[in-house]
């Protein structure tokens, strides 16, 4: 387990600003691309150039801050950003690919630009850290690029699903529905991913029960298995009653979405932590 200093404060925050960013982008990219939401509607067309903006500063600012935390601090940290480049180009390239087609996918309404967009950004993810330096760098990094495509569209729910005054009951239940018949395919995926990294980067069964990623990793589980249940009580409970007794299912729903979007933060916290102080065993 690394020590956490100043610096290591600094990169912990970033990192999380990296993976916050891409999440959104990604996930609200996924709904427009699933047909959750409609890629003709202007709301969303802001939030996801809002969103591709926002990781592209997030890209930048841990390409910078790599750089730093090499250096050991501000001095001498411009002499390493070729090597820094050299480390993560694979990456960053995929990170400013994606930005440029999840922009074009929102300026144009277009489903197949923003799905391409979302699936680039978060193979960027499986293109630098352990990923990289694992013995299947291309195996673990599709794997990593599958789990937060997944991951970003079942996070961006209490984005999308939050019961508001410009979306009519009819519309919102329609969203909802739609999301839940997506999830129920989506979610049994991004579970089976999140374990196959556990193992491949915890070392195992022994790796990931005497280790504090393991720890990290156990705590990211708990999270998703209760936003899980939550999201079944959704599909099997509220689905229905969204449609029949609007008026009493939206504040449950405000609800379950306020309760997943704490679960879901609880659980990028953990991921950060882990990938970043408490480093895997490969």
């Known amino acids: 387990m690394l020590a956490l ?5 600094a990169g912990l925050f970033v990192k999380a600003a990296w ?3 891409g999440l959104w982008a990604i ?7 699933c047909g959750v939401i409609s890629a003709r ?8 150039l809002v969103a591709a903006t926002a990781l592209a500063v997030a890209v930048a600012t841990r390409f910078g801050m790599s750089a730093v935390e090499l250096a050991g601090g501000l001095d001498g940290a411009i002499g390493l950003a070729g090597l820094v480049f050299e480390i993560k180009q694979n990456s960053i390239f995929s990170s400013a690919t994606a930005c440029c087609l999840l922009a074009a996918g929102a300026a144009f309404r277009s489903r197949l630009l923003l799905a391409c967009g979302a699936i680039l950004a978060a193979l960027a ?11 299947m760098p291309w195996l673990a990094a599709g794997i990593v690029g599958l789990h937060v495509v ?25 969203r909802n ?4 018949q997506v999830a129920i395919i989506a979610v049994p995926g991004l579970m089976i991913a999140g374990a196959g ?20 990793i156990a705590i990211k589980a708990i999270c998703a298995i209760v936003a899980l249940c939550l999201g079944a009580w959704n599909r099997l409970a509220l689905a229905e009653a969204l449609e029949t007794e609007p008026s009493r299912a939206q504040p449950l729903l405000a609800r379950a979405m306020a309760l997943d979007a704490a679960l879901f933060a609880a659980a990028i916290l953990a991921v950060v932590f882990a990938t970043t102080i408490a480093a895997p065993a490969s």
């Open 125 to 135: 993810f499986g293109l630098t850290g352990h990923a990289r330096s694992h013995d």
């Open 197 to 216: 990294l556990a193992w491949l980067f915890g070392g195992g069964v022994e790796g990931l029960t005497r280790s504090a990623y393991g720890t990290m």
């Open 177 to 180: 529905r739609r999301f839940g």
């Open 27 to 33: 996930g609200l990219s996924m709904q427009a691309a």
């Open 150 to 174: 997944l991951a970003g569209f079942w996070a961006s729910a209490p984005l999308t699903l939050w019961p508001i005054n410009s979306l009519s009951s009819v519309e919102l239940a329609a």
């Open 19 to 21: 993976v916050v960013t």
């Open 5 to 9: 200093d100043g610096l290591g404060v």
């Open 41 to 48: 509607e202007a709301s969303l067309r802001r939030s996801i």
